[in-house]
């Protein structure tokens, strides 16, 4: 099992999104994939992959992780994702420019045919996905953790140490906090200590690597330059640098345009001689997908499937704090009933930001063997 963190010294720049769809990328590739949700004062992957509801497991040993989807094939897909349309989003620095509406293809850098990454198959043969998360054991979602280093330090550990993946885990994804102070440090200690031939779990599989994940404006990346410092001082190979947040993809054409500035992560990337492996716009149809559990729609293919009612639908529902039917109460963890029916997985294969994704995993697993 290799084991990535996912870091950044900068809060908000969607360190949890590029976690989960680079989880759900490697289990669209075939792998059987873990995410170690370690942001304990804001712990958000369960309701991005909206198993809110879930209860860990005691077993003997140790605890069992929550299982979003087992292994599975999924069905044709009932119409591809988009193609974006934007020479500026995921080209080098070296490249002209362009125009948000000039129609070119994906870059080398995010066109997953190029890196290797096939297009969506009809039907898909998937790994399974599993994730531990502190939220699994806090009474409600605005419950807050209040606690000093040394207890986040044994919390960490604890997890490190005491679940039990699945033995068949490819891959274990460490969703962390910003910054670089006591989940880090906790991390980089014990992931990169001798490892132990007679103990099983996560805590000795050596630490394969971090991605770095920044946002375009300077004030980002002057933050972000910091965890790649980090990572030098404690001796964390650095896997790449992914610019999220370049470029708003368009719901009806899926043209994208750079809302936030454009190649600040790949200026530092450049800087510290690392790989920068894309860039990733925004996408509202990705946060619907998320919070309502709706299939991305673009355009026609959104109007083929209900046209303005599905969309208004949509509107109506997302007037509840997070999709749920009536607006239920934040404290009753309600489990949200998805718009459309099926796995989260088999959804997000719809989302434009997939083949971005898919590529980014490719070039990972292949680095990570």
């Avoid at 939220?135 to 330090?153: D, H, I, M």
């Avoid at 492996?277 to 499937?305: F, I, M, T």
């Avoid at 029916?341 to 292949?366: M, T, W």
Wanted: charged share 20%.
């Amino acid at each position: 099992m290799s084991l990535g963190n996912v870091l950044s010294g900068k809060g908000g720049v969607g360190k949890s999104s590029i976690t989960t769809q680079l989880a759900l990328s490697l289990c669209l590739a075939g792998h059987s994939v873990g995410i170690l949700d370690v942001d304990l004062t804001g712990p958000s992957i369960p309701r991005l992959l909206g198993v809110e509801g879930a209860k860990i497991t005691q077993a003997p040993g140790g605890w069992l992780p929550v299982e979003v989807h087992p292994s599975q094939i999924l069905p044709p897909l009932p119409y591809p994702p988009p193609k974006l349309e934007s020479g500026s989003v995921g080209t080098s620095s070296t490249e002209s420019n362009g125009n948000a509406s000039n129609g070119a293809s994906l870059p080398e850098t995010q066109n997953p045919e190029r890196n290797g990454a096939p297009h969506p198959p009809r039907q898909a043969t998937i790994g399974s996905l599993h994730i531990m998360s502190l939220g699994f054991l806090l009474p409600s979602r605005s419950s807050a953790v209040v606690w000093r280093g040394p207890k986040k330090t044994a919390m960490v550990r604890q997890f490190l140490t005491d679940v039990l993946w699945p033995p068949n885990t490819d891959y274990l994804l460490i969703d962390t906090p910003p910054g670089t102070s006591d989940e880090h440090i906790s991390l980089a200690e014990t992931l990169l200590s001798p490892p132990n031939n007679h103990n099983n779990s996560s805590s000795h599989r050596q630490l394969a690597g971090a991605l770095i994940v920044t946002t375009p404006q300077a004030v980002s990346v002057s933050d972000v330059r910091k965890e790649l410092n980090f990572c030098r001082k404690v001796g964390v190979d650095v896997l790449g640098v992914v610019e999220n947040l370049a470029g708003y993809v368009c719901e009806c054409c899926g043209v994208s345009t750079n809302v936030f500035g454009r190649g600040g992560g790949e200026v530092m990337s450049q800087e510290f001689e690392v790989p920068f492996l894309g860039r990733v716009p925004v996408d509202a149809q990705w946060g619907a997908l998320v919070e309502e559990g709706r299939r991305p729609r673009y355009g026609g293919a959104e109007k083929s499937a209900g046209g303005d009612e599905e969309s208004g639908g949509g509107d109506k529902n997302r007037n509840g704090a997070d999709g749920m039917e009536n607006g239920a109460k934040d404290e009753n963890r309600a489990i949200r009933k998805p718009i459309d029916p099926g796995p989260l997985v088999d959804k997000y294969r719809s989302c434009s930001l997939h083949p971005i994704f898919a590529g980014i995993a490719n070039e990972l697993a292949q680095k990570l063997g």
